[in-house]
T-cell receptor, first 114, second 112 residues
Framework: AQSVTQPDIHITVSEGASLELRCNYS??????LFWYVQSPGQGLQLLLK??????LVQGIKGFEAEFKRSQSSFNLRKPSVHWSDAAEYFC????????????FGGGTRLMVKP | DGGITQSPKYLFRKEGQNVTLSCEQN?????MYWYRQDPGQGLRLIYY???????QKGDIAEGYSVSREKKESFPLTVTSAQKNPTAFYLC???????????FGQGTRLTVV
């Protein structure tokens, strides 16, 4: 069965600093990978997705992620964090047997220091 | 505007009562999903439906029921059999195949 691990429960960075959120997955086939962001008490917004092709994918709000098959990783990055990026971030892998059921990691809560 | 609407945003229920959470989408998506989110945890799949009048159990279906009588609607009933129903519930929808899922704003259910 597939699984997703986000090793960092909380991360604090200073505004303007770079950011990397880690995600490791376990899946037997080619994974379909996603990063979502959630503000408190809100639903999830898609940041970016990887289905195939270029392993470096660009998303909204200046985020990017790199798929590394050899490391089973899909880390999220941003070169310069803004205070508005404070939120919870979820990595997910899609189950490819039709539809798009997702298996989620436990999430990483990002705090941004002024 | 196209999107997914969940209602109500907050819901309180007494122990032993069933309660139904509403989810409506106007994105013309075939597939709809219910997830449960607990503090500090990721989302877990409760039920999903890929076509009208058909649905399947997800990973934590016990104590929940759903129906899919219309393409746009996928209500979730939390029954009295659900032992720990207090949680944040998120509805999502997607096209069939490997595309992204779109999420509603969630319903926070509290058992009092």
């Amino acid at each position: 069965a597939q699984s997703v691990t986000q090793p960092d429960i909380h991360i604090t960075v200073s505004e303007g600093a770079s950011l990397e959120l880690r995600c490791n997955y376990s899946y037997g086939a080619t994974p379909y990978l996603f990063w979502y962001v959630q503000s408190p008490g809100q639903g999830l917004q898609l940041l970016l997705k990887y289905f195939s092709g270029d392993t470096l994918v660009q998303g909204i709000k200046g985020f990017e992620a790199e798929f590394k098959r050899s490391q089973s990783s899909f880390n999220l990055r941003k070169p310069s964090v803004h205070w508005s990026d404070a939120a919870e971030y979820f990595c997910a892998v899609g189950r490819t047997n039709a539809g798009n059921m997702l298996t989620f990691g436990g999430g990483t809560r990002l705090m941004v220091k002024p | 505007d196209g999107g997914i609407t969940q209602s109500p945003k907050y819901l309180f229920r007494k122990e032993g009562q069933n309660v139904t959470l509403s989810c409506e989408q106007n994105l013309n998506h075939d597939a709809m999903y219910w997830y449960r989110q607990d503090p500090g945890q990721g989302l877990r799949l409760i039920y999903y439906s890929q076509i009208v009048n058909d649905f399947q159990k997800g990973d934590i279906a016990e104590g929940y029921s759903v129906s899919r009588e219309k393409k746009e609607s996928f209500p979730l009933t939390v029954t009295s059999a659900q032992k720990n129903p207090t949680a944040f519930y998120l509805c999502a929808s997607s096209m069939l195949g490997n595309t992204e899922a779109f999420f509603g704003q969630g319903t926070r259910l509290t058992v009092v």
